[in-house]
């Protein structure tokens, strides 16, 4: 009888210790997930930026070897990793060759501290203008020939936040594929400017 007593007071305390042990552990994974998601972000981060893009492969031969432009855009960034992303650019040489687009899609970010690195990948129209030979220095310049097409580009970058509503974008590489009727673009930009949060 009292072995008896003795192995269900045993069991007892096994079972007690055990549940124990298992609220500790989900308790502290309750509070690791929440900490993950805390430095995600807080909540939602509407913001707009503009940039100033290099465009170093424009495929225009080599009479034009770097394209310079400006970039406008916005995104929406969830607490959740996931985003959609809005950007227009335009890149023109000192001549009438310039490469246009306008484009949307996803996009995931996460927050280091005042560190937010991202990934786009966008997808649009992509426009793009050039002449069929060379330009020649006191010549009248004919019309370059235009095109209109898809357009996809891969992007990744890193923004320094500055304060709540501004951050700037130290960096962003993005790499793009063009289809045109005529030929094909594949242009590498790099690229910086600012950025404001909205909310």
Not at 2 to 7: D, I, K, N, S, Y
Request: overall charge positive; aromatic content about 12%; some cysteine.
């Amino acid at each position: 009888m009292a072995r008896g007593m003795m192995t269900a007071s045993s069991f007892c305390k096994r079972s007690i210790s055990r549940a124990a042990l298992a609220l500790v552990f989900a308790a502290a994974a309750h509070s690791a997930s929440a900490q993950i998601i805390q430095g995600l972000q807080s909540r939602n981060n509407l913001s707009i930026y503009g940039t100033l893009p290099v465009n170093v492969t424009p495929d225009f031969g080599y009479y034009a070897p770097v394209l310079f432009g400006y970039s406008l855009g916005g995104y929406l960034q969830t607490p959740y990793l996931v985003g959609a992303e809005v950007r227009g650019q335009i890149q023109r040489r000192l001549n009438a060759q310039h490469q246009e687009s306008a484009l949307i899609g996803p996009r995931v970010a996460m927050r280091f501290g005042r560190v937010n690195p991202y990934v786009s990948f966008l997808i649009g129209a992509g426009n793009g203008w050039r002449f069929r030979e060379p330009p020649i220095s006191g010549v009248k310049q004919v019309k370059p020939i235009e095109d209109v097409g898809t357009q996809w580009t891969l992007v990744g970058g890193v923004d320094l936040k500055l304060n709540h509503h501004f951050s700037a974008r130290v960096g962003e590489v993005s790499f793009s594929r063009v289809y045109l009727k005529e030929w094909n673009l594949s242009p590498v930009n790099f690229t910086a400017g600012i950025v404001y949060r909205i909310n």
